[in-house]
């Protein structure tokens, strides 16, 4: 069978071989066994079904929570030449009963579900009939109440076990922890499943994480070493997300938001543009986020804290799905601190709740502080051990410098004590310095003992202590929110001499060149300049296919089966079949079009007026109005008429795709274009009479439209 699993996995998938668990667990499950897989996102879990889907007889239902999710996963079984289908409720009526059909006569392999509907009974009794060889329960951590993606329907998928006794069933998440693990097993009645885990660990993602300075500049220093790449950017609040994405697209930056506040057509508008298009940033609150398989996120970057590690590990985690080297960077300071510290004392839910809450945001700070190895602290967490520093993330690479911070860190205290516990860290930083301020003065500060006590130091080391102090526990903020410090329990050993306190230290802007950004990472250039342009060409080309087959770029091919191509320099078609990703149909249809970039010599890249044309024909396409394209591509209104037209009369763009005009209207311009016979008059013939009905730029597009018709 393993021999069958591999054939398929070359000839249909174009992979070589088989990765982690993957050969284990599709024996284990086309041999009719129930399996409970546990792999990271970008683990490959998606094989672990669809293999055993294509080695076993009948139909395997594949149950997906997300629309988004399904469609993605189709579209690419699709291209793959599998036959596969998905139900949902934006298909129509017709559409329906022509996948039923389908299914009856066996002549689909895998169906695609969203559980509602898979437990419907109609549904059920439907599937009853056929011959079912497989159920695949996608991210079945969303049965677990205690998670985050809690989907009640999802419970009802237990019932699986009884109505179908002899189908084996695989259930797989990228949620580990045990009580969700033990949950899955209970409610979808996984008793007899083998379990399959893997590490946790994304090898390919670098962390950085940097004390915050100038976040935006952080920000702009560490994309600017990523021109092109695409990444998430996560934010705290829906205003910063605005803003930040207007200051990157400000800077040249293509960026887009994307938080609750936005409509939910804008919202799946900027979704869709993301999957599609290549080399855009996301910046968006956590809103953004499950539903999000785009496998070439380069980088996220956190500008605000996360509330856990399980959360940071979950959004670090949508980075290098398709397991090329990607980046997780985040710039954290001491108002992350406070705020989060202030969200959680004033948060609905009972003590018990808060201290659970209190309790993750104390190990998401002690990474931030972390002097040993990252990814290694981070992976304790979730209780995997790792042997030795990863060798792949800042602390690893940078090395840490930890001081003793035991005496400073008494006299910061004692500032906040002495001073009655009631000021915020700016005050208190001025009572150590020994700033002759009109509040110091006012409140008689100038006469507490520890006036001045720490002139050695400079301002921002002292607000690098506090925070420390603050991540570490040893103070807190007031319940009433306005940011000023008091004591904890914590700090009685510390004041009293028992204990030493050793923090790191900072790592100073001035070390090397970038590193207010946190400097390059290894991960930063995925092709090195001298490949820029064929790497561009094949992107391009990609690119084009998507387009006509109407499918995201990486669907045609990853971004892994590219730079192979770049890299092993294919020459003939049976060297094409060699490279990871090219199986028997995307060889067929796509290897001689790549060969021939490939072979063709410094191909030249596509020319930005080409980019933008193509920008605005799929933003039309979408359904944006010139208003509102002109605001996205930053140009005038005017402009974007006249790109329009342009695309009409190439024919790239229909006139309906292009505007949205009222059918009498525009059958009142066109009878004005062809009142005379022969040619076509010009816009300014005609200008006149529609002056104030419509804009000029229409008149462009309609006859633009006219003219193509006419020649065709
Ligand atoms: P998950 O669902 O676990 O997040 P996917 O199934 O989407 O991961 O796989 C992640 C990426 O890895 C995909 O691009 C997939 O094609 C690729 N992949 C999976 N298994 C293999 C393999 N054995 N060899 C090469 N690439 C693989
Ligand atoms: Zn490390």
Not at 273 to 279: K, S
Not at 447 to 475: M, N, P, S, Y
């Amino acid at each position: 069978m393993l021999d069958q699993a591999q054939r398929i996995l070359k000839d249909v998938f174009g992979y070589d071989a088989f990765r982690g668990n993957q050969a284990r667990i599709i024996e284990r499950v086309a041999g009719g066994g129930d399996a409970l897989v546990l792999m990271p996102t970008g683990g490959g879990k998606s094989l672990c079904f669809q293999v055993p889907a294509l080695l076993r007889e009948g139909l395997t239902v594949v149950v997906s929570p997300l629309i988004a999710l399904m469609e993605d996963q189709v579209a690419t079984l699709d291209e793959l030449g599998v036959p596969v289908a998905a139900l949902n409720s934006s298909l129509s009526p017709e559409a329906q009963r022509d996948i039923a059909a389908r299914l009856e006569r066996g002549e689909i392999k895998l169906l695609y579900l969203a559980p509602e509907r898979l437990v419907q009974p109609r549904m059920l009794a439907f599937l009853q009939r056929l011959n079912i060889g497989l159920f695949a329960i996608d991210e079945a951590h969303c049965v677990s109440q205690w998670g985050h993606d809690f989907r009640p329907e999802y419970l009802q998928l237990g019932q699986l076990a009884e109505l179908f006794p002899d189908v084996p069933r695989i259930a797989l998440t990228a949620t580990a922890d045990m009580r969700t693990r033990e949950e899955m097993i209970q409610r979808l009645h996984l008793q007899n499943a083998e379990q399959f885990l893997s590490s946790f660990d994304r090898p390919n993602i670098f962390y950085r994480i940097v004390p915050k300075e100038q976040p935006r500049k952080q920000l702009l220093g560490f994309l600017s070493e990523r021109r092109g790449d695409a990444g998430i950017v996560y934010c705290l609040s829906r205003k910063k997300v605005e803003e930040v994405a207007e200051f990157l697209s400000g800077q040249g930056f293509p960026a887009l938001p994307y938080h609750a506040g936005l409509s939910n057509e804008l919202r799946a508008f900027h979704q869709k543009r993301f999957l599609n298009e290549e080399g855009l940033i996301m910046v968006a609150t956590i809103a953004f986020g499950m539903g999000i398989d785009k496998p070439n996120v380069r980088f996220v970057a956190h500008l605000d804290l996360p509330k856990s590690l399980e959360a940071y590990y979950q959004e670090t985690g949508r980075a290098g799905r398709d397991g090329l080297p990607a980046d997780a960077w985040m710039a954290y300071g001491l108002q992350d601190v406070l705020l989060l510290r202030q969200m959680m004392q004033n948060s609905e839910g009972d003590e018990r709740h808060k201290r659970i809450e209190r309790h993750k945001l104390e190990a998401m700070l002690a990474l931030c502080e972390e002097t040993r190895c990252r990814r290694q602290a981070l992976l304790a967490y979730f209780d995997e051990q790792m042997a030795n520093p990863c060798g792949h993330c800042d602390n690893c690479v940078d090395g840490v410098e930890t001081w003793d911070a035991t005496e400073p860190a008494r006299q910061a205290l004692s500032a906040i004590y002495r001073s009655g516990q009631r000021y915020g860290v700016g005050h208190l930083v001025d009572i150590l310095l020994g700033k002759d301020t009109e509040k110091v003065r006012s409140l008689g500060h100038q006469h507490l003992a520890v006036f001045g006590i720490g002139k050695a130091r400079a301002e921002d080391e002292w607000r690098t202590l506090f925070r420390q102090l603050v991540a570490r526990g040893f103070a807190d903020v007031d319940l009433e929110g306005f940011g000023s410090l008091r004591l904890t329990e914590a700090c009685r050993p510390l004041l009293r001499g028992e204990e030493t306190l050793a923090l790191r230290r900072d790592p100073k802007p001035q070390r090397s060149k970038s590193s207010s950004s946190g400097g390059a990472s290894p991960a930063s250039q995925l092709v090195r300049a001298e490949e820029r342009q064929m790497w561009e060409a094949l992107r391009t080309l990609r690119r084009k296919l998507a387009e006509e087959h109407a499918v995201p770029p990486y669907v045609i091919f990853p971004d892994a089966t590219l730079l192979e191509m770049l890299r092993s320099q294919p020459r003939s078609l049976s060297d094409m079949a060699q490279v990871s990703g090219v199986g028997a149909r995307k060889l067929e249809r796509y290897g001689q079009a790549f060969l021939d970039v490939l072979t063709d010599s410094p191909a030249a890249p596509a020319t930005p007026p080409a980019d933008l044309r193509h920008e605005l024909v799929s933003l039309a396409r979408a359904g944006m109005t010139p208003a509102q394209i002109a605001r996205q591509l930053d140009c005038t209104e005017k402009n974007v008429y006249s790109l329009l037209a342009e695309a009409i009369t190439a024919q790239q763009l229909s006139l309906e795709e292009a505007l949205d005009l009222p059918e009498a209207l525009l059958a009142d311009v066109q009878d004005a274009f062809l009142e005379e016979d022969g040619e076509l008059p010009p816009v300014a013939a005609i200008a006149e009479r529609f002056a104030g009905r419509v804009p000029q730029g229409v008149l462009y597009c309609v006859r633009a439209a006219l003219q193509a018709e006419l020649e065709a």
